[in-house]
C-alpha cells in the first residue's frame, strides 16, 4: 500500500514536471539523449576494439623484438666476434679446465665450476650455454668431435650493446638468465642478481611449459604489467620483458580523448544546426498550446492563425473547428441553463399553485353530511389542473329550530389543463364559497329564497360574467351542481354543459340500475348570462349520484378505443353487491385504469360520487 502511494506519488510529480517543459526543449532533450547515448555507445566499443589492437600490437612488436634480439646474438656469437678462449678438460681431472688459446677470461678459474654444476652441469648442457661471472656475460659453446675429453669455448656476449636501455625502450624493462636462475642482463637496476630469482614474470615462466609466452600480471605494488618471455633456441638462456599496461595504452587514451573532442564539437554542431528548424517547425505548436490552454479555461474570443505545415497546419485547422463547435455549444448550455432556470422558478410557482389548488379541493377521504357519503377522485394530467369539484353543507335556522339541512356538490371543468386552466378553477372555487359555504341564519322566507330553483341560475350567471372578464371569451367551462336534500328525499340538478350525471338506483327486484340525466345548458365564460337546465329527481337511500369530468369516459386505450359513457354505465351496473361511495368510486377507477393500461393521460379526471343514506 505504502509503495503504490509513493510510486503514484512519483508519477503525479513527474507529470507535473512534464507538464512545465516546452516542446521544444523535450525535443531537443530527447535529441541530445540520443546523441550522446550513440556517441558513447559508439566510443565504447571503439575504445574496446581500440584497446583490443593495441594489445595484440604490443604483444606483436615485443615479441618480433625478441626475435630481432635473438637472431643478432647469434650473428654476434657466431661470425661478429673473432674473440674467444679455448679450454680443454684434463682428463685425470674431472671438472678441471685447462686454456688452450686465447686470451679472453684468462683471470677466470673454472676449476671451481663443479661446485655450480660441473662439466655435465649447465654450462655445457646445450650447445650454447649463457652464463655470467664477476658482472661479465658470456656464452659458452662446447667443441664437437671429441668425444674423450670435453672442450669447448668461451665468447663474450655484450649484451648492453643489443638490448636498448631503459629510456629508449620507453619503460619497458628487458632482462635475460638461464635456467639455472641466474641474471645475465638487465637495462633496469631494478632488476639485479638477488631479486631475479624473486621476479613475477620469472615464476609464471617457470610454471609454464611454452616456450614463448604472453600474459598480464601484478607486480608486488598490485600495478598490472604486459609481460613476454622468450627462450632463446638451443640454449639456457631466457629474455623476459614487462611493461606497465598504462604506458602502453597511453595512446588508446589520447586517440578518445581526442575522439571525444571531436564528437562533443559535432554534438554542439548538430544541436545548433538543429534548433533553428525544430524552433520554426514547434512555433505553430507552442502557438495552438497556448490557444488550447486559453480555450480550456473557457477564454473562446482568441483568434487561431492557421499556419505550420503538414500534420500542424491541419491540427491549425481541426482546432480552428473546435473553437467554432465549443463557442456555440457554449452558446447552447447557456441557454440551456436559462431555459433550465427559468424551468425550476416555474417549476416552484407551479408546485405552489398545486398546493393552494389542493387547498381548494375537498378532502380526499369519505365525507360523511346531511345524510350523505361523498367520495371523490382527482388525478391531474400536469402539476396543476383545470378541474375542480367543491362540496357545501348548509343549514338553515328559524330561532333554534333547524328548518333544512342539505348537500351541494359542484364539478367544474375548465377547458385546458394546466397553469391557465388552474387559475379558473380558483375563482370557481372563490365564488362557490361565497354562494354556497357559508351558513346564515335567517328567517323561513329567506331560507325559502335560498334554495329556490333560481339560486343555481343566479351562481351560474355570475360565475360566467367573472370569466368572461377575466378571459376575454378565450376560456371557457362546463359545470354541473346538485343539491341533495335528505328530508324532501329529493335531488335537484343544474348542468351548464358538463357529461350528464348517472342517477343509481335498484329496481323493485334489486337489480342496479343506472341511468344519465338528459340535461345540457349553456357553458360559462362564453355570455354574460347562460341558460343553464335543471332537472329534480327523486332520491331515496342507498341512490347514487355519479358526476365525472369528460376525461373519464373520453380516455383511449392503446387501440384507439374510447372508455365511452357506454362502458361507464356497464361498469356502475356491475358494480354487484358495493354498498358505499368509496367502493363505487374505486370500482370506477379501477375498471378505467385497466382500461387504458399504459395510454398516457391526456386530461385531468375528476369523479364524486354521493351516496343518499338512511
Keep these: 500500500m505504502v509503495i503504490t502511494q509513493k510510486l503514484d506519488l512519483v508519477r503525479s510529480h513527474w507529470q507535473a514536471r512534464s507538464r512545465r517543459v516546452p516542446m521544444l526543449g523535450f525535443v531537443m532533450g530527447t535529441i541530445i539523449t540520443a546523441v550522446v547515448i550513440a556517441f558513447l555507445t559508439i566510443g565504447f566499443f571503439c575504445a574496446n576494439l581500440l584497446y583490443d589492437h593495441k594489445q ?20 654476434d656469437i657466431e661470425h661478429g666476434s673473432e674473440k674467444y678462449s679455448e679450454y680443454h678438460e684434463d682428463p685425470a681431472k674431472k671438472g678441471v679446465f685447462t686454456r688452450i688459446s686465447g686470451t679472453f677470461l684468462e683471470k677466470i678459474d673454472f676449476n671451481g665450476m663443479e661446485a655450480s654444476g ?40 655484450a649484451l648492453a650493446s643489443l638490448i636498448p636501455n631503459l629510456e629508449e625502450s620507453g619503460g619497458t624493462m628487458i632482462y635475460a638468465g638461464n635456467r639455472a636462475n641466474q641474471l645475465i642482463f638487465s637495462n633496469s637496476d631494478e632488476i639485479s642478481s638477488e631479486n631475479f630469482p624473486k621476479q613475477s614474470l620469472l615464476r609464471r615462466f617457470i610454471m609454464s611449459p611454452l616456450q614463448v609466452g604472453q600474459l ?72 495552438l498550446a497556448d490557444i488550447t490552454r486559453k ?52 417549476e416552484s410557482e407551479v408546485a405552489i399553485a398545486k398546493a393552494i389548488q389542493e387547498n381548494f379541493l375537498p378532502p380526499k377521504s369519505t365525507q360523511m353530511m346531511a345524510r350523505s357519503a361523498i367520495a371523490s377522485t382527482y388525478v391531474p394530467a400536469d402539476e396543476v389542473a383545470g378541474d375542480w369539484f ?38 370557481i372555487a372563490g365564488v362557490f364559497d361565497q354562494y354556497f359555504a357559508k351558513e346564515p341564519k335567517d328567517d323561513a322566507p329567506q331560507v325559502r329564497q335560498r334554495i329556490a330553483a333560481q339560486e343555481f341560475r343566479i351562481f351560474a350567471q355570475s360565475l360566467s360574467g367573472t370569466m368572461l372578464r377575466i378571459g376575454k371569451s378565450k376560456w371557457h367551462a362546463t359545470m354541473a351542481l346538485a343539491r341533495y336534500s335528505p328530508a324532501a328525499q329529493r335531488m335537484s340538478i343544474t348542468n351548464c354543459g358538463h357529461p350528464f350525471p348517472v342517477h343509481v338506483s335498484r329496481n323493485e327486484a334489486g337489480k342496479v340500475t343506472a341511468k ?59 358494480s354487484g353487491d358495493i354498498a358505499t361511495a368509496e367502493g363505487l368510486k374505486d370500482h370506477i377507477v379501477g375498471q378505467w385504469r385497466t382500461f387504458i393500461g399504459t395510454q398516457k393521460q391526456d386530461d385531468d379526471l375528476s369523479l364524486i360520487v354521493l351516496r343518499a343514506d338512511t
Design 295 to 346: 480555450i480550456g479555461e473557457g477564454r473562446f474570443d482568441v483568434k487561431i492563425e492557421h499556419r505550420g505545415i503538414g500534420e500542424v497546419l491541419h491540427l491549425s485547422k481541426s482546432i480552428g473547428l473546435m473553437t467554432d463547435g465549443l463557442i456555440k455549444r457554449d452558446h447552447e448550455i447557456a441557454a440551456l441553463m436559462e431555459e433550465q432556470k427559468e424551468k425550476i422558478r416555474l
Design 216 to 287: 598480464t600480471f601484478n607486480d608486488a605494488s598490485g600495478n598490472s604489467h604486459y609481460g613476454f618471455f622468450r627462450e632463446v633456441p638451443h640454449s639456457n638462456l631466457v629474455f623476459f620483458a614487462e611493461a606497465p599496461v598504462s604506458r602502453l595504452t597511453t595512446g588508446v587514451y589520447e586517440i578518445l580523448a581526442a575522439t571525444g573532442a571531436i564528437l562533443l564539437g559535432l554534438l554542439v554542431a548538430v544541436l545548433v544546426a538543429a534548433r533553428i528548424p525544430l524552433a520554426i517547425a514547434f512555433k505553430p505548436l507552442s502557438t
Design 118 to 157: 660441473g662439466s655435465d652441469g649447465w654450462f655445457i648442457e646445450h650447445e650454447f650455454n649463457f652464463f655470467a661471472v664477476n658482472g661479465a656475460s658470456f656464452v659458452v659453446k662446447r667443441i664437437p668431435g671429441n668425444t674423450m675429453i670435453t672442450s669447448f669455448r668461451a665468447y663474450p656476449v
Design 56 to 75: 595484440a600490437d604490443s604483444w606483436s612488436i615485443m615479441m618480433l623484438e625478441l626475435d630481432n634480439l635473438i637472431s643478432v646474438l647469434y650473428r
Design 516 to 574: 344519465q340525466l338528459s340535461i345540457g345548458g349553456d357553458c360559462l365564460g362564453l355570455s354574460a348570462a347562460p341558460e343553464p337546465e335543471s332537472m329534480d329527481v327523486d332520491f331515496r337511500p342507498g341512490d347514487y349520484l355519479v358526476l365525472f369530468s369528460d376525461c373519464l369516459v373520453e380516455s383511449e386505450n392503446p387501440d384507439g378505443q374510447p372508455f365511452s359513457t357506454r362502458r361507464l354505465l356497464n361498469t356502475i351496473k356491475a
Design 390 to 427: 367543491g362540496v357545501a353543507e348548509r343549514k338553515a335556522e328559524i330561532g333554534s329550530a333547524v328548518t333544512q339541512s342539505e348537500v351541494i356538490v359542484c364539478l367544474a371543468d375548465v377547458s385546458g389543463h394546466g397553469v391557465g386552466a388552474s387559475m379558473f378553477t380558483a375563482v
